[in-house]
């Protein structure tokens, strides 16, 4: 995984440039949709291995999830804006997968289980991987993975709502 802080910059962003009013509660939701997947991590407690289709970066880093868990968002939660939420959930999902495939280290990410069980990477893969452990974040690993997300993720991440509020900004001239 790219550091749960990574993955909730992400949601954070898509929510931001795609709401058009104040939407607290959709911002909430694509940070945490952002961070969702990797709770397969409980996989490993129950000896479900990596590359099983529901070991860790599998079928809840799949795109067929992020769909699931969208619909499932837009009936539950969704009562306004439904396709404002699908879209944002969807995406929030996303970007978690797209951000680990960037990741320099674990294995491959499975977006296309149940259909297809191989694990991908994209060919960029600059975002440091992040330690599952505590302990591990608090050493230099981590500074790494800090500095990496800095780069990789928070800079654009900041661009892309600067662009968005400037935007808003020029629409109300
Ligand atoms: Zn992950």
Redesign the pocket.
């Known amino acids: 995984?790219a550091s749960l802080f990574g993955h909730s910059v992400v949601g954070f962003t898509i929510s931001n440039v795609i709401k058009t009013k104040k939407a607290k509660w959709l911002v909430v939701f694509a940070i945490f949709s952002a961070i969702l997947?990797?709770l397969d991590v409980l996989s490993f407690g129950f000896g479900i291995p990596y590359e099983h289709p529901f070991g860790?970066?599998g079928f809840s880093?799949s795109i067929l999830f992020a769909v699931l868990w969208a619909i499932f968002i837009l009936f539950t939660v969704g009562k306004t804006d439904k396709l404002l939420w699908f879209f944002v959930v969807f995406m929030s999902t996303l970007s978690?997968?797209i951000l680990?495939a960037m990741t320099s280290g674990g294995r491959g990410v499975g977006f296309f289980i149940p259909f297809n069980n191989d694990r991908f990477f994209f060919p960029f893969r600059q975002i440091k991987v992040s330690p599952i452990g505590i302990e591990d974040f608090f050493s230099n690993w981590g500074v790494q993975v800090i500095i990496s997300e800095i780069k990789y993720i928070v800079i654009p991440c900041i661009i892309l709502l600067s662009m968005r509020l400037l935007i808003l900004k020029l629409e109300r001239l």
């Open positions: 995984m997947p990797d860790h970066r880093h978690h997968g680990d």
